[in-house]
T-cell receptor
Framework: SQTIHQWPATLVQPVGSPLSLECTVE??????LYWYRQAAGRGLQLLFY??????ISSEVPQNLSASRPQDRQFILSSKKLLLSDSGFYLC????????????FGQGTRLTVV | GNSVTQMEGPVTLSEEAFLTINCTYT??????LFWYVQYPGEGLQLLLK?????DKGSNKGFEATYRKETTSFHLEKGSVQVSDSAVYFC?????????FGSGTKLNVKP
């Protein structure tokens, strides 16, 4: 069966510090991978998605970047965090070319102080 | 473009009450439609889905019917329980992307 791992679960970082959140998928190959952010009391905003190694599409201009160094690994990064980067970050994957469901990680609660 | 609009919450109901959460969408082509549920501090879990017009998705007593003529996918449950308290997200999948509504928080009181 397929599983998705996302870590860390919680993170408190000072303003101006770097960020690295990691997401890995097991039990499938060539998944489409996604990073979403959920701000307090708001819906999910798609940040980045990737259809293959090294292929990253950015949905909104921001202080964050994403990379996909391996087929089943997706990393969300920042060189210098802003207060506005606080939120709940979710990684997700879907099988390409199939109308199926999105599978989500457990999320990372990021607080920038 | 593609977008999802769902009713704002919170929705507060007594146990065994009838639930409706409205969801409408805008999309090009033929999207699939989903309802996801999020319990506190957790990621999203699939509740139900429908892949084409007139399909009905159902799970755990929840139902939603894909209505192309009204571009809607309203979530219903005949008798809610306290354990149904969560945030519910309507979503569509089109051209490799999931688009989510803003979420509706449901509070069920005993």
């Amino acid at each position: 069966s397929q599983t998705i791992h996302q870590w860390p679960a919680t993170l408190v970082q000072p303003v101006g510090s770097p960020l690295s959140l990691e997401c890995t998928v097991e039990g499938t190959s060539n998944p489409n991978l996604y990073w979403y952010r959920q701000a307090a009391g708001r819906g999910l905003q798609l940040l980045f998605y990737s259809v293959g190694i090294g292929q990253i599409s950015s949905e909104v201009p921001q202080n964050l970047s994403a990379s996909r160094p391996q087929d089943r690994q997706f990393i969300l990064s920042s060189k210098k965090l802003l207060l506005s980067d606080s939120g709940f970050y979710l990684c997700a994957w879907i099988r390409p070319r199939e109308n199926t469901e999105a599978f989500f990680g457990q999320g990372t609660r990021l607080t920038v102080v | 473009g593609n977008s999802v609009t769902q009713m704002e919450g919170p929705v507060t109901l007594s146990e065994e009450a009838f639930l409706t959460i409205n969801c409408t969408y805008t999309a090009t082509g033929y999207p699939s439609l989903f309802w996801y549920v999020q319990y506190p501090g957790e990621g999203l879990q699939l509740l139900l889905k429908a892949t084409k017009a007139d399909d009905k998705g159902s799970n755990k007593g929840f139902e939603a019917t894909y209505r192309k003529e009204t571009t809607s996918f309203h979530l219903e449950k005949g008798s809610v329980q306290v354990s149904d308290s969560a945030v519910y997200f309507c979503a569509l999948y089109n051209f490799n992307k999931f688009y989510f509504g803003s979420g509706t928080k449901l509070n069920v009181k005993p």
